[in-house]
């Protein structure tokens, strides 16, 4: 098993900046690839990001590519989201995921486990 811990949510200005932080815990040996989610009211969850074991293959969804970045720490277990340049159409809950084995990367990424998420607020 895999929990996902995820944290820097909160409220900021347009055109601000946040950065998220997700920990994994448990069996992390076993992680391919990692990436952030979001669900805004009355829509599905969407992929935000995805980034492999190694950091070498990257997907981002149209809306936050040049503005949103992914990152990851195998050492530390730990998989960020810098967003930069943030509109409020990116107000939403944030969630993390992984998957235990190899996966193409794309829209429909479909994840093993998820984190609790966090809230982001982007005013006007």
């Known amino acids: 098993q895999v929990q996902l811990g995820e944290s820097g949510g909160g409220l900021v200005q347009a055109g601000g900046s946040l950065r998220l932080s997700c920990v994994a815990s448990?069996?992390?040996?076993?992680?391919?690839?990692m990436g952030w989610f979001r669900q805004a009211p009355g829509n599905e969850r969407d992929v935000v990001g995805i980034?492999?074991?190694?950091?070498?293959?990257?997907y981002y969804a149209d809306s936050v590519k040049g503005r949103f970045t992914i990152s990851r720490d195998n050492a530390k277990s730990t998989v960020t989201l810098q967003m930069n340049s943030l509109k409020p159409e990116d107000t939403a809950v944030y969630y993390c995921?992984?998957?235990?084995?190899?996966?193409?990367?794309?829209?429909?990424?479909?994840?093993?486990?998820w984190g609790q998420g966090t809230q982001v607020t982007v005013s006007s």
């Open positions: 995921a992984a998957k235990t084995t190899p996966a193409a990367y794309g829209r429909n990424w479909s994840p093993d486990y």
């Open positions: 448990g069996r992390t040996f076993g992680l391919y690839g």
């Open positions: 980034i492999n074991r190694s950091g070498s293959a990257l």
